[in-house]
């Protein structure tokens, strides 16, 4: 836990809370490139979905520059589940949103 000296202890909790935050999105970039071997990318967070009807997953849009992929990440939030490429074409996006219930 982060422990800032001198402030409010809801400032120390909302620091912890940003500090794990940063952690979880580390290992969800370490997992993304360790599963998918790509030096570079971006991604954005979709929202929750059904995939497989396994619970809800949150659903990253990735471009690794050479196209667009759909990444559903398991419950603990930095799990790969799948990735699974869907070109650059906006409906194709669509397509996978609404197959997969995808909402913020």
Not at 4 to 9: A, K, P, Q, V
Not at 10 to 24: D, L, N, R
Not at 69 to 82: K, N, P
Not at 93 to 103: F, G, L, P, Q
């Amino acid at each position: 836990m982060v422990t800032l000296h001198g402030t409010s202890s809801g400032a120390s909790i909302y620091a912890s809370s940003a500090f794990a935050t940063a952690q979880k999105e580390a290992m969800l970039e370490t997992n993304i490139q360790e599963e998918t071997q790509w030096q570079t990318f971006q991604y954005q967070y979709l929202g929750k979905g059904q995939l497989y009807r396994n619970g809800n997953h949150s659903f990253y849009l990735a471009n690794n520059y050479a196209g667009y992929y759909l990444i559903s990440v398991q419950q603990d939030g930095h799990t790969i589940e799948r990735v699974t490429p869907i070109g650059a074409d906006r409906s194709m996006i669509e397509r996978e949103v609404e197959r997969y219930n995808i909402s913020q």
